[in-house]
């Protein structure tokens, strides 16, 4: 079965050389969920096939297409918040170690290998539809689904052991040659080629969210949409994360809220909140010290809080040096603990490992960069109807990033739907400026709803 992967995945690498832009972003979306970082072609440097998908994306596109990599690149709408980012690592960088270091090619790969992936999709998306590109996409996510729940049925991930299986390097916690099951005695867990099921809902999460505004689509594509979003919704609740299903909730809230009209905003605004209190008592009362939820314990996460702060003590605002969190807290063979010697677990929150590796400015920077993509979206929701739930998407992928990090490099799949829907208002912003219009999509649209009545 090794050949067969390993010839799957060079061959899904020459059909990116060989088709268009579409077909290139389409199979790094593939790529990026079926190779799993856990799995390495070497260990040092560590190189993973999944983000060889990501490189050659990048080097296929400057050669086909360099004037629109260009423009994606240096005249993007994200250059600002990425270009303090980038700032962030350098300082940590040369405070730590010096320009000349580790650090700094740690802060280089981190920069590539994770705001890659949002000009990746936004170089995608300043030339394609959305909405074309969600329908190339479907059969992929019916596969994930169908595997999701084959995992469960059988209690054993074989895709998962198969695939690392095929690579000389595999850095996962889990045996390869016995069953590799997440399920707990009292929830079920599935993570297909991820990580962690962590890793699979936030996957399943950006895949709902992105899917649910063309509900409303009609004719066949109804069909295809609703059958999408509820084995998408099936999978949220096998995958066992409640971050991932808290998150879905409150993407969907959002998107449906900003529908209502003023007065019913606010009728809804103030019963959220009288309601929240209550929820918030009881979220506290079984959540405060129950060990059975392991990071979802408010005195676990304090403890990882404070182990935090205590660790930047001595450089708050540049930190420890970029992945010093994985490289020497989570060296092999040991696990980040406080000073009474208490395991924290995974130190599962973007904030802990922001603060310890990059200091304050690089939390500011991280979350500057979230924000800044949250708002451009919501500014867009009414005038490109193709994205109009991008900013339930980002919010609530800020939100899961938050409450349990980017395990498994978790954060590259609301990155590319969100990077894809960015590139999409950039190049209808071009269209608005090239013919002195306002920016809208309603006229592509109109088309799509009547290609759809035809095919009906």
């Given at each position: 079965?090794?050949?067969?992967?390993?010839?799957?995945?060079?061959g899904?690498l020459?059909?990116?050389?060989?088709?268009?832009t579409?077909?290139?972003?389409?199979?790094?979306?593939?790529?990026?969920?079926?190779?799993?970082?856990?799995?390495?072609?070497?260990?040092?440097?560590?190189?993973?096939?999944?983000?060889?998908?990501?490189?050659?994306f990048?080097?296929?596109?400057?050669f086909?297409?360099?004037?629109?990599?260009?423009?994606s690149l240096f005249?993007?709408?994200?250059?600002?918040?990425?270009?303090?980012?980038?700032?962030?690592?350098v300082?940590?960088?040369?405070y730590?170690s010096g320009?000349?270091?580790?650090?700094?090619?740690?802060?280089?790969?981190?920069?590539i290998?994770?705001?890659g992936?949002?000009?990746?999709a936004?170089?995608?998306g300043?030339k394609?539809?959305?909405?074309?590109?969600?329908?190339?996409?479907?059969?992929?996510?019916?596969?994930?689904?169908?595997f999701?729940i084959?995992e469960?049925?059988?209690?054993?991930?074989?895709?998962y052991?198969?695939?690392?299986s095929?690579?000389?390097?595999?850095?996962g916690?889990?045996n390869l040659?016995?069953?590799?099951?997440?399920t707990?005695s009292?929830?079920?867990?599935s993570?297909?080629?991820t990580?962690?099921?962590?890793?699979?809902g936030?996957?399943?999460?950006s895949?709902?969210?992105?899917y649910?505004?063309?509900f409303?689509?009609?004719?066949?594509?109804?069909?295809?949409?609703?059958?999408v979003l509820?084995?998408?919704?099936?999978?949220?609740?096998?995958?066992?994360?409640r971050?991932?299903?808290l998150?879905?909730?409150?993407g969907v809230?959002l998107?449906?809220y900003?529908?209502?009209?003023?007065?019913l905003?606010?009728l809804?605004?103030?019963?959220?909140l009288f309601a929240s209190?209550?929820?918030?008592?009881i979220?506290l009362?079984?959540?405060q010290t129950n060990?059975?939820h392991?990071?979802?314990?408010l005195?676990?996460?304090?403890?990882?809080l404070l182990y935090?702060?205590?660790a930047?003590?001595?450089?708050?605002?540049?930190?420890?040096?970029?992945?010093y969190?994985?490289?020497?807290?989570?060296?092999?063979?040991?696990?980040?603990?406080?000073?009474?010697?208490?395991?924290l677990?995974?130190?599962?929150?973007i904030?802990?490992s922001l603060?310890?590796?990059?200091?304050?400015?690089g939390?500011?920077?991280?979350y500057?960069?979230?924000?800044w993509?949250?708002v451009?979206?919501?500014?867009?929701r009414?005038k490109?109807?193709?994205?109009?739930?991008?900013?339930a998407?980002?919010?609530?992928?800020t939100?899961?990033?938050t409450?349990?990090?980017?395990i498994?490099?978790?954060?590259?799949?609301i990155?590319?739907?969100t990077?894809?829907?960015?590139?999409?208002?950039?190049?209808?912003?071009?269209?608005a400026?090239?013919?002195?219009?306002?920016?809208?999509?309603?006229?592509?649209?109109?088309?799509?709803?009547?290609?759809?009545?035809?095919?009906?």
């Amino acid at each position: 079965m090794s050949i067969v992967v390993l010839l799957f995945f060079f061959g899904l690498l020459a059909y990116m050389f060989l088709t268009d832009t579409q077909g290139r972003f389409v199979t790094l979306v593939m790529g990026t969920v079926l190779f799993p970082t856990t799995a390495l072609f070497i260990k040092n440097p560590s190189i993973s096939p999944q983000h060889i998908f990501l490189y050659a994306f990048f080097f296929i596109e400057f050669f086909k297409d360099r004037e629109n990599f260009n423009k994606s690149l240096f005249s993007g709408a994200l250059l600002v918040p990425i270009g303090i980012s980038i700032i962030s690592y350098v300082f940590t960088a040369i405070y730590n170690s010096g320009i000349a270091s580790k650090d700094m090619y740690y802060g280089i790969r981190d920069v590539i290998d994770g705001f890659g992936y949002i000009y990746a999709a936004y170089i995608c998306g300043r030339k394609e539809s959305v909405y074309a590109l969600a329908q190339k996409l479907i059969p992929f996510v019916i596969i994930i689904c169908l595997f999701g729940i084959a995992e469960i049925l059988l209690g054993d991930n074989y895709p998962y052991k198969i695939v690392n299986s095929a690579f000389p390097y595999y850095e996962g916690s889990r045996n390869l040659d016995a069953t590799v099951s997440f399920t707990e005695s009292w929830r079920f867990r599935s993570c297909f080629t991820t990580k962690h099921p962590t890793a699979f809902g936030t996957l399943l999460m950006s895949l709902f969210l992105f899917y649910a505004p063309y509900f409303k689509k009609e004719g066949p594509e109804h069909k295809k949409i609703v059958l999408v979003l509820a084995l998408l919704a099936l999978n949220l609740f096998l995958c066992g994360s409640r971050t991932a299903m808290l998150c879905t909730a409150l993407g969907v809230g959002l998107y449906i809220y900003f529908k209502f009209n003023p007065f019913l905003k606010i009728l809804i605004a103030g019963f959220t909140l009288f309601a929240s209190t209550a929820i918030l008592a009881i979220f506290l009362q079984n959540f405060q010290t129950n060990t059975e939820h392991g990071g979802s314990s408010l005195d676990f996460r304090e403890r990882q809080l404070l182990y935090s702060v205590a660790a930047i003590y001595n450089s708050p605002i540049f930190g420890n040096g970029n992945k010093y969190t994985s490289h020497v807290i989570f060296a092999e063979e040991t696990r980040a603990s406080d000073s009474s010697g208490r395991d924290l677990g995974g130190l599962e929150s973007i904030i802990f490992s922001l603060l310890i590796d990059r200091g304050f400015f690089g939390l500011v920077s991280y979350y500057l960069l979230l924000l800044w993509m949250c708002v451009l979206l919501f500014r867009y929701r009414e005038k490109l109807q193709q994205i109009s739930g991008g900013f339930a998407l980002m919010t609530s992928g800020t939100l899961f990033l938050t409450l349990s990090g980017t395990i498994g490099n978790s954060s590259s799949f609301i990155f590319l739907f969100t990077g894809l829907q960015l590139g999409y208002i950039a190049q209808y912003k071009q269209i608005a400026y090239d013919n002195d219009t306002e920016v809208s999509d309603e006229d592509e649209t109109e088309e799509e709803n009547d290609q759809d009545a035809e095919k009906a």
